[in-house]
């Protein structure tokens, strides 16, 4: 059907309706719920006699948009229902973020979404937003943070940190996300949810409902998965992608490794370098093997007379990079600031590695920030695109000092006993190895002061990086069986009947009441 006669139509009550009773079955867009429609019956009917025999707890409010997320969202909430919550499932059936959609396939997603939904009636409440009527006008902060997420919004999507507010994408994220917080601050108002469960949190209308639910301060929880098969992360009242391990740090941090976990984190240490995958991950960190830090040295032209820094950037428009300036406006201002400090210090040799996950994105890359800054870029700058064969852990070796924005390398550099300068706001930052400056003057003072003095990590906090990696890596993911990749197939090694069962309670019970509200005892 003609887009210019879905438009018309889509304004015409019940037309998609009509439409959609003739011709059932799933829109011709990229919104597929088709491994759902077919494994939700089974999963109602291992969930059933849980249901019956529960004992009533909390009132739980999930909000997805995008079908693999109204899929997970289906799932997860038939789970929390077996162990007896309250649980409604509210959603938005959009397939992308990035285009808008006419009214008329919406609609027809809409109702695609309710049939494949069907099975939970009676059990689990559904809410589609776009049946509701929406608050009237959101409050003059909640906006502002509407704002901010359209902002996040269009620089995910672009890739970039300077977002035209007038562009068709930005005013296409605002009134979606504006409508999403207005609908869901009238459901929440509504159910008056003990708990609303959010996954991401930061960006999309997954970011503005989350917003919504802190302004009514209720009790928000987000959620989000790493490379590792049967872990979520999991924060509450505050968005999961800032990797918040101040609670975490706060009860574990300053205890000892034991043997058996120094082991464990020296392994996965090894696998990243040596570009291995560790543990239910099939991900490798490096895809270059290392060949030592003097040999590297060599083949980038680099000497041994004059001291090394390291940059390790991060990828531009990354959600972990999202909202994280320090001092600087951008990470791009700190790189162009950086490289342009150090071409007026030719006695220091400036090492920039570009983030390998560039070679996967479309945006702005960050050598194209330091081309931009620099004229002519002197010999004591190296430049490392994304495509090169380079090991960042060779890099490391040879490295007298880092600078990072939030990328784990900074993390890995403390952990070898490279003194590291944290610019952005990630969460290893201020845990006590590494030095963490808050205006400029401080930063260029403090990137003098570590070369002059040639400062160096004590003992105590090398051990502080390994510890801190240790309960990050292994202690910050919380077990749960389903993760967003390869849904499916977790869902074989641990259909409901297993999850709900004592087995299952045993492994992911204490996930499950942490999703549900229960404070995270670290």
Known sequence: MALALKNI??????????YDSLRKGRPHTRYNLEQLAKHLPQAVKEAR??????????????????????????????????????????YLPYHDWRKDINKFDLRRQDLYTRR????????????????????????ASLAADIALVSNYDAQYTLQVEDVDTQSALYQMRLRRNDFAARAALSLMREIKPGAVLIPNGTITELGAVYRAARHLDLRAITYEFNDQREQVWIAQNDEVMRQNTDSLWTARGGNKLTKSERVLIEELE???????AFGKSTRKWQDVETIGGEKLRKELGLDKKRPVVLLATNVLGDSLTLGRNVFSQSMAEWIAKTARFFAGRPRVQLVIRIHPGERLTHGPSMSDVVKGALADIPENIHLIGPLEKVNTYDLMEIADLGLVYTTTTGLEMAMNGIPVIVCGATHYRGRGFTIDPTTWDEYFAMMDGALKKKKVLTKTQIETAWEYAYRFFFEYPLVFPWRLMHFWKDMETWPMARVLSKEGEKEFGTTFDYLAGKNIKW
């Open 270 to 276: 090894s696998a990243r370098m040596d570009g291995r």
């Open 9 to 18: 139509l889509g304004e015409i009550p019940f037309t998609a309706d009509l």
């Open 49 to 90: 006699p849980f249901i019956q025999n529960a004992k009533p707890k909390s009132k739980l409010l999930l909000f997805a948009t995008l079908h693999y997320w109204v899929e997970q969202a289906a799932i997860v909430g038939l789970a929390l229902r077996g162990m007896g919550h309250d649980v409604t499932i509210a």
């Open 116 to 139: 494949v939904l069907a099975p939970l009636n009676g059990m689990v409440n559904v809410a589609s937003l776009l049946d509701l009527k929406p608050a009237s006008v959101l409050p």
